[in-house]
Structures are given as C-alpha cells and as structure tokens.
C-alpha cells in the first residue's frame, strides 16, 4: 500500500469518529435535558442549594437576579466590600458584574421570602467600569 492510500483511509476513519461523536451530542444534550426534568421547579433544588448555609443561599438568589436584570453573565457580591446579610437581606456595596467580557461596580439591595428562593425585592445601582489593569488585584477574569 502507497503512503497515500495509507493517509486516505485514517482520513476516512476519522472522518467517521467525528461524525459517530457529532451524532453523539444530541444524546448527551438530551440526558442532561432528562437530569434537569427530574427536578421540576424546585428552583435550584437539584443543584444542592439546600446544603448551601442559609446566608448562601440568600446571596446565590440575589445574584441572579442581578444577573437577569443587568443582562450579566456574572455577579460577584463581595469584591470591593463585604455584603451584610440580614435573614431575608442583603446589601451587597462592594459587587461587581460581568457583560460583554467588561467588568462594572454595583451596589445592590435585595430581599427575598423566607426560603430564599423567591426574590420579593431588589434596587440597583451600576457604578464605573473597572479597567482592566485592575482585574487581576480584585480577581476578575474575562
């Protein structure tokens, strides 16, 4: 056999494991899809939220709505100053947020129900943009 038929047939073998994997993703997708629906609208039951000490809990909750209301991709309660909890509170002034690989300041206000699953309450107030020679002092990422 020539070098060149050779390199055709590990071609057209991977070219078949890629398509076999390719075929695979739906499946995979599906499962978890599948995982997910086995708790339904228990919030963040599933993930272990009930674990998570109460003040976590709070903060966990208010952080997507942060999320869901600045259109973030991350929200980080504690950078610049530590939130103060109360037991359906907290005020987080020292919080910052992530869009569109750019990281701002925030300060935020949020109360939730008892379970801390339910946000009944939350202000805003987007501050500067922080620059980038900053990131790494405060642990930011992009």
């Known amino acids: ?33 599948a995982g997910m629906a086995a708790f339904p609208a228990q919030g963040m039951a599933g993930n272990g939220y009930d674990r998570v000490p109460p003040s976590e809990q709070l903060e966990q909750s208010c ?5 869901n209301r600045l259109d973030a991709d991350k929200v980080i309660a504690y950078t610049f100053e530590d939130p103060v909890y109360s037991t359906q509170r907290i005020d987080a002034p020292g919080a910052v ?32 943009k922080i620059p980038r020679s900053d990131w790494d002092k405060y642990y930011l990422y992009p």
């Open 63 to 67: 952080d997507v709505e942060a999320m």
């Open 97 to 128: 947020f992530r869009k569109n690989e750019e990281w701002y300041r925030l300060e935020y206000h949020c109360q939730t129900e008892k379970d801390h699953r339910t946000v009944v309450s939350f202000d805003w107030t987007v501050g500067e």
């Open 1 to 33: 056999m020539t070098h060149s038929g050779q390199n055709k047939r590990i071609q057209g073998s991977r070219i078949k494991e890629m398509r076999q994997a390719i075929r695979a993703v739906p499946l995979v997708a599906a499962g978890l899809v």
